[in-house]
C-alpha cells in the first residue's frame, strides 16, 4: 500500500493561511488519486480536493476559489494551501491516497481557525 506522512496544519485567525503537505511512499504517478479530507466535530468525514488523473484538480463547492492543491512530483509531495481561512474550515484534515484497488489515510492533522 502508500504510507502517507503528514504535515503543517494548526491555529489560524480567519482570513489568514495555511499550508498542508503529504509526503507518499510511492510514486504518485502511480496512484490513481490523491488529495485531502477533513472532519469535522461530530461531522462525517468529507471530501475536499484531490488530483484525478490527467493532473486536473477538483474541490468541494465550499473551498473552491480559497483552496489551492499542487504537487511536487519529484518529493512525492501533494500540498493544499489554505487562504482566506474560515472558523467552519476547522476539522482534522486527512491526506489520502488510492494505489490499485488500495486506498490509505494519512495520520491526519488539526486545522483550528479562530474567528
Known amino acids: 500500500q502508500v504510507q502517507l506522512v503528514e504535515s503543517g496544519g494548526g491555529l489560524a485567525q480567519a482570513g489568514e493561511s495555511l499550508r498542508l503537505s503529504c509526503a507518499a511512499s510511492?510514486?504518485?504517478?502511480?496512484?490513481?488519486?490523491m488529495g485531502w479530507y477533513r472532519q469535522a466535530p461530530g461531522k462525517q468525514r468529507e471530501w475536499v480536493a484531490s488530483f484525478s488523473s490527467g493532473d486536473q484538480t477538483h474541490y468541494v463547492d465550499s473551498v473552491k476559489g480559497r483552496f489551492i492543491l499542487s504537487r511536487d512530483n519529484a518529493k512525492n509531495t501533494v500540498y493544499l494551501q489554505m487562504n482566506s481561512l474560515k472558523p467552519e474550515d476547522t476539522a482534522v484534515y486527512y491526506c489520502?491516497?488510492?494505489?490499485?484497488?488500495?486506498?490509505?489515510w494519512g495520520q491526519g492533522t488539526q486545522v483550528t481557525v479562530s474567528s
Open positions: 510511492r510514486s504518485i504517478f502511480s496512484l490513481s488519486a
Open positions: 489520502h491516497a488510492k494505489w490499485l484497488e488500495y486506498d490509505s
